[in-house]
């Protein structure tokens, strides 16, 4: 099976600080996504990346970025932690085409005091 | 542009009855369409994947059909348990900058009563 790995599953940290939440897969999937969820929000898209150093704005990048130096791995990044960063970062990864689906993370919970 | 909804926002049930949830899209030109459970706290757990060729899927007690002309899909839920309480979300394929990114229903949270 294809296993998605978050680095952390909570998180506290300090308005102003950096933050990097990791996300690693295993089954070589071209496709990685960061997305946060908020109650009465739904699951709102980040970032995503289709390749090896390719990135592409989603929908709320406002205050994030992402690396994806490895193709197994992508970061996602908050330059300078805001409370209205707090919620839960949910990482989801797919194959290359149009009839696959999403295997998801098991998500990390960031607090933002 | 693309929207999902799911019918109804919650759902309270006892024990032992059949249920169906509800996915409603704009766009009927999809791939496919899959199911997810979220557990409090958790992430997204896939259910089930149904490609636009098929019309159902099936995995134990868990069955869903695909409408792609009425833009409709329903979960069935036979004999639901306490342990299916969970929120469900459906998904569907949008193509945008390169690649095919999933656009979420906000999900129906259900409640099973033992």
């Known amino acids: 099976d294809v296993k998605v790995t978050q680095s952390s599953r909570y998180l506290v940290k300090r308005t102003g600080e950096k933050v990097f939440l990791e996300c690693v897969q295993d089954m070589d999937h071209e496709n990685m996504f960061w997305y946060r969820q908020d109650p009465g929000l739904g699951l709102r898209l980040i970032y995503f990346s289709y390749d090896v150093k390719m990135k592409e704005k989603g929908d709320i990048p406002e205050g994030y970025s992402v690396s994806r130096e490895k193709k197994e791995r992508f970061s996602l990044i908050l330059e300078s932690a805001s409370t209205n960063q707090t919620s839960m970062y949910l990482c989801a990864s797919s194959e290359s085409g149009a009839t696959y689906g999403y295997t998801f993370g098991s998500g990390t919970r960031l607090t933002v005091v | 542009k693309q929207e999902v909804t799911q019918i109804p926002a919650a759902l309270s049930v006892p024990e032992g009855e059949n249920l169906v949830l509800n996915c409603s899209f704009t766009d009927s030109a999809i791939y496919n369409l899959q199911w997810f459970r979220q557990d409090p706290g958790k992430g997204l757990t896939s259910l089930l994947l149904?490609?636009?060729?098929?019309r159902e899927q099936t995995s134990g007690r868990l069955n869903a059909s695909l409408d792609k002309s009425s833009g409709r899909s329903t979960l069935y839920i036979a004999a639901s348990q306490p342990g299916d309480s969970a929120t469900y979300l459906c998904a569907v394929p949008s193509w945008t900058s390169g690649t095919y990114k999933y656009i979420f229903g906000t999900g129906t949270r259900l409640k099973v009563l033992a």
């Open positions: 149904i490609q636009s060729s098929q």
